[in-house]
Protein backbone atom coordinates (compact mmCIF):
# COMPACT_ATOMS: atom_id res chain seq x y z
CA UNK A 1 0.00 0.00 0.00
CA UNK A 2 1.36 3.03 -0.87
CA UNK A 3 1.70 5.84 1.72
CA UNK A 4 2.82 9.62 1.32
CA UNK A 5 3.09 10.88 5.15
CA UNK A 6 4.00 14.88 5.27
CA UNK A 7 5.34 16.32 8.67
CA UNK A 8 7.20 19.63 9.34
CA UNK A 9 4.13 22.22 8.93
CA UNK A 10 3.07 24.80 11.61
CA UNK A 11 2.68 28.25 12.48
CA UNK A 12 5.35 30.38 11.46
CA UNK A 13 5.97 34.37 11.48
CA UNK A 14 6.22 36.16 7.85
CA UNK A 15 9.59 35.92 6.88
CA UNK A 16 10.28 32.58 8.92
CA UNK A 17 11.10 28.70 7.27
CA UNK A 18 9.80 25.83 7.33
CA UNK A 19 11.28 22.43 6.00
CA UNK A 20 8.97 20.07 5.32
CA UNK A 21 8.98 16.08 4.78
CA UNK A 22 7.25 13.30 3.43
CA UNK A 23 7.94 10.11 3.53
CA UNK A 24 7.09 7.95 0.84
CA UNK A 25 6.72 3.94 1.41
CA UNK A 26 4.88 1.17 -0.32
CA UNK A 27 6.33 1.10 -3.83
CA UNK A 28 10.14 2.43 -5.26
CA UNK A 29 10.01 5.96 -5.60
CA UNK A 30 13.37 6.57 -6.42
CA UNK A 31 12.72 6.11 -9.77
CA UNK A 32 9.52 8.36 -9.91
CA UNK A 33 9.44 12.27 -10.03
CA UNK A 34 7.84 13.62 -6.78
CA UNK A 35 6.54 17.32 -6.02
CA UNK A 36 4.69 19.45 -3.60
CA UNK A 37 1.32 21.13 -3.95
CA UNK A 38 -0.51 23.33 -2.01
CA UNK A 39 -4.02 24.19 -1.56
CA UNK A 40 -5.19 27.37 0.39
CA UNK A 41 -8.48 27.99 1.25
CA UNK A 42 -11.27 28.39 -1.70
CA UNK A 43 -8.71 28.02 -3.96
CA UNK A 44 -7.03 24.93 -6.41
CA UNK A 45 -4.20 23.13 -5.50
CA UNK A 46 -1.36 24.05 -7.22
CA UNK A 47 1.88 22.82 -7.96
CA UNK A 48 4.52 24.08 -5.95
CA UNK A 49 7.76 22.27 -6.40
CA UNK A 50 8.63 19.00 -8.38
CA UNK A 51 11.81 17.12 -8.43
CA UNK A 52 12.87 14.81 -10.91
CA UNK A 53 13.86 10.75 -10.33
CA UNK A 54 17.50 11.34 -12.21
CA UNK A 55 19.18 13.80 -11.41
CA UNK A 56 17.18 15.99 -8.54
CA UNK A 57 16.82 18.66 -11.30
CA UNK A 58 13.74 21.03 -9.95
CA UNK A 59 11.18 23.36 -10.88
CA UNK A 60 9.37 25.68 -8.75
CA UNK A 61 5.99 27.88 -9.60
CA UNK A 62 6.97 31.55 -10.02
CA UNK A 63 5.78 32.50 -7.00
CA UNK A 64 7.89 30.48 -4.47
CA UNK A 65 11.55 30.99 -6.79
CA UNK A 66 14.47 31.87 -4.74
CA UNK A 67 12.57 31.15 -1.71
CA UNK A 68 12.09 27.59 -1.90
CA UNK A 69 14.29 24.36 -2.25
CA UNK A 70 12.98 20.71 -3.01
CA UNK A 71 15.15 18.07 -2.77
CA UNK A 72 14.83 14.32 -1.95
CA UNK A 73 16.66 11.58 0.10
CA UNK A 74 16.33 8.31 -2.17
CA UNK A 75 18.13 6.38 0.36
CA UNK A 76 14.88 7.44 2.26
CA UNK A 77 12.69 7.34 0.47
CA UNK A 78 12.20 11.31 1.77
CA UNK A 79 11.42 14.30 -0.33
CA UNK A 80 11.36 17.88 1.13
CA UNK A 81 10.68 21.43 0.71
CA UNK A 82 12.51 24.00 2.59
CA UNK A 83 10.53 27.10 2.47
CA UNK A 84 12.28 30.75 3.74
CA UNK A 85 10.90 34.09 3.55
CA UNK A 86 7.76 32.98 4.09
CA UNK A 87 4.45 35.30 3.56
CA UNK A 88 0.87 35.02 4.81
CA UNK A 89 -0.04 34.37 0.92
CA UNK A 90 1.77 31.36 1.27
CA UNK A 91 -0.53 29.79 4.23
CA UNK A 92 -1.93 26.68 2.80
CA UNK A 93 -2.45 23.06 3.28
CA UNK A 94 0.52 21.38 1.82
CA UNK A 95 0.55 17.95 -0.13
CA UNK A 96 3.31 15.69 -1.22
CA UNK A 97 2.84 13.95 -4.75
CA UNK A 98 4.36 11.15 -6.38
CA UNK A 99 3.99 10.13 -10.39
CA UNK A 100 3.44 6.82 -10.85
CA UNK A 101 4.92 6.71 -14.24
CA UNK A 102 9.19 4.96 -13.48
CA UNK A 103 11.68 6.85 -15.30
CA UNK A 104 9.66 9.31 -16.76
CA UNK A 105 11.63 12.44 -17.84
CA UNK A 106 8.85 15.69 -18.09
CA UNK A 107 9.31 16.28 -14.37
CA UNK A 108 7.66 19.43 -14.59
CA UNK A 109 4.62 17.65 -16.28
CA UNK A 110 4.12 15.65 -12.16
CA UNK A 111 1.08 14.06 -11.97
CA UNK A 112 -0.33 13.37 -8.46
CA UNK A 113 -1.13 9.85 -8.78
CA UNK A 114 -0.67 9.26 -5.20
CA UNK A 115 -0.44 12.00 -2.18
CA UNK A 116 -0.26 12.52 1.35
CA UNK A 117 -2.96 13.78 4.00
CA UNK A 118 -1.12 17.49 4.10
CA UNK A 119 0.59 19.84 6.28
CA UNK A 120 -0.87 22.74 7.40
CA UNK A 121 1.34 25.83 6.91
CA UNK A 122 -0.01 29.12 8.35
CA UNK A 123 1.97 31.98 8.51
CA UNK A 124 0.88 35.24 10.32
CA UNK A 125 1.35 38.92 9.42
Known amino acids: QVQLVESGGGLVQAGGSLRLSCAAS????????MGWFRQASGKERELVAAIAWSDSSAYYADSVKGRCTISRDNTKNTVYLQMNSLKPANTAVYYC??????????????????WGQGTQVTVSS
Open 97 to 114: AADSRPYYRDYTQIRQDY
Open 26 to 33: GRTFSNKN
